[in-house]
């Protein structure tokens, strides 16, 4: 039988991303690493600065930058100047005392001795400080153990904090150093025809033309929303918060903690990124249960060192209905955004850019329809895992009564999340049957999940009586990973060694 006659597509020779952002840098330099035969230019415009803001990442951009680009380290760290960071602090949930939720598969484990799983014997602990190694070094403020040679022995279990501007620099150094272009000019018009943008034309004449454009134009969404009028899929029956207060201050003596704090407020939530010489913070607000005027006032009443102005942040979360809609593919906040309290934005872009590279370079850069349709179903999945995951933090954090807190407590609702958190609440934080709950293809994985659970305290009926032999082996082990914590290297002291010497081998 003979195969059906299909027609296949021009191939994707030539690209044009539109915005010089963290997201359209990001896209190039993947595109470029991955498929060199591709002519890449970053159109931008003159008029739109960066944003220079704080901002933590999780391990998925590690690992993009170093396992799926090779970058080297060296420059990154010389040019980006990032400091690492562990995992979060919450202060959150039902507990006295914050917890850490480290990036190190410390709940998803059993300790040799112990009949259950970790998060069984944290049951009643107001504090969860040393249930493995990261969470001891998180709350000793170290960030690695120190090697015999004096250097830091990095494991894979971290990420970083950034600032953007410092971000920003370093892309466009990388990506010039691959043999991306640049274009400096003002779009006054899109013009589309059906396959999608026919060009882009600019204030002083030129039109643009490209095979495939990535829309990275930010919250504006210039191609794919804007032109192209892709529906957006809004998030906000799950997730109220909408507006972020910024601020911060110069660091003086405050320790370079190697976590992000993420603190409950009362119509939302406070962070703090830290940056070797700053301290930054963001006040995470909903607009339906406080004004501007209010949100400012608390932020200042539980930051007093903040200095200058702060500035308000308007947002939506949700994401566009396809990402890849015809000759034009979003990424970063074009193609969706939600609150940082995850601190996804960085890897979803990078995850984003990682699957752009693929389908170019599986299809031979003949992308078809049904290549479009696996990728759109593969991102939108990934947004709404985001969603979920989100909404498990405001359904059950009850450290704030407040309308806004109560609110949240009724009405966030669980999505594919759902059948996990049954399923904890019904039998404890097991292990095996927890991970088969989980979406298999989410972000967050079984250590997430029971971080995030056992953290806030979230109540079970699977208990377990802990024998006074666990006990003894519950407290030797908190106690030799707080001993090996502490004897470890701080974040300063990391930074100091890695300049002197080069990322250790």
């Not at 507990?95 to 059993?110: D, I, K, L, M």
């Not at 009949?115 to 001891?136: E, K, M, T």
């Not at 000759?327 to 996804?344: M, R």
């Not at 666990?470 to 004897?487: F, I, P, S, T």
């Amino acid at each position: 039988m003979n195969a059906p006659r299909i027609e296949q597509p021009r191939p994707v020779r030539k690209v044009v991303v539109l915005g010089g952002g963290s997201a359209g840098l990001l896209a190039a330099l993947t595109l470029r690493r991955r498929l060199p035969h591709l002519e890449v230019t970053v159109l931008r415009s003159p008029g739109i600065g960066i944003i220079g803001v704080g901002e933590g990442t999780a391990i998925g951009f590690v690992t993009h930058l170093f396992d799926y680009l090779k970058i080297d380290p060296n420059a990154f760290y010389r040019e980006a100047e990032p400091t690492w960071k562990l995992g979060l602090r919450f202060i959150w949930g039902r507990r006295t005392q914050p917890f850490y939720y480290s990036f190190g598969q410390e709940f998803a484990s059993q300790w040799k001795g112990m009949a259950r799983p970790v998060g069984f014997y944290c049951d009643g602990q107001p504090s969860l400080a040393n249930i493995g190694p990261f969470s001891a070094l998180m709350d000793a403020d170290r960030v690695f153990a120190q090697r015999p040679d004096s250097q830091p022995n990095i494991h894979r279990y971290y990420s970083y904090h950034l600032e953007n501007r410092k971000l920003v620099g370093w892309l466009e150094s990388a990506c010039r150093a691959e043999g991306v272009g640049f274009m400096e000019a003002t779009i006054t018009e899109v013009a589309t025809d059906e396959q999608g943008v026919k060009a882009l034309h600019a204030e002083d004449g030129r039109k643009i033309k490209a095979d495939l454009y990535v829309d990275a134009s930010g919250f504006r969404s210039e191609l794919l929303g804007k032109a192209l009028g892709v529906p957006f899929v809004s998030y906000s029956d799950a997730l109220y918060c909408d507006r972020a207060v910024v601020g911060g201050w110069e660091r003086t003596d405050e320790p370079v903690h190697p976590y992000t704090t993420c603190e409950t407020m009362d119509a939302g939530w406070c962070w703090q990124i830290e940056h070797e010489t700053k301290i930054n913070r963001g006040y995470v607000f909903s607009s339906g249960f406080m004004s501007d005027e209010q949100a400012e006032a608390e932020f200042r009443a539980a930051n007093p060192k903040i200095t200058g102005e702060t500035r308000v942040v308007r947002f939506r979360s949700g994401r566009f209905e396809r990402i890849w809609e015809k000759n034009v593919v979003g990424i970063g906040n074009a193609s969706g955004f939600v609150e940082p309290l995850e601190a996804t934005a960085l890897q979803l872009i990078g995850l984003e850019a990682r699957t752009i590279a693929d389908v170019l370079a599986d299809s031979a850069g003949r992308v078809t329809p049904s290549l479009k349709k696996q990728f759109n179903r593969f991102n939108a999945t990934n947004w709404d895992d985001i969603r979920d995951f989100l909404a498990l933090h405001y359904r059950f954090n009850e450290l704030r009564d407040t309308e806004f807190w109560r609110h949240c407590r009724s009405n966030s609702p669980l999505g594919r999340a759902a059948e996990a958190v049954e399923l904890y609440q019904e039998n404890g934080p097991v292990l095996s049957a927890m991970e088969a709950a989980i979406p298999p293809d989410g972000q967050f994985g079984l250590q997430g999940y029971l971080a995030l659970l056992v953290g806030m305290g979230v109540p079970h009926a699977g208990q377990h009586r802990v024998t006074p032999d666990e006990r003894k082996v519950w407290e030797q082990g908190q106690d030799h990973y707080r001993q090996a914590a502490q004897a470890g290297m701080t974040v300063v002291e990391s930074l100091n060694a890695i300049r002197e010497h080069g990322v250790p081998a």
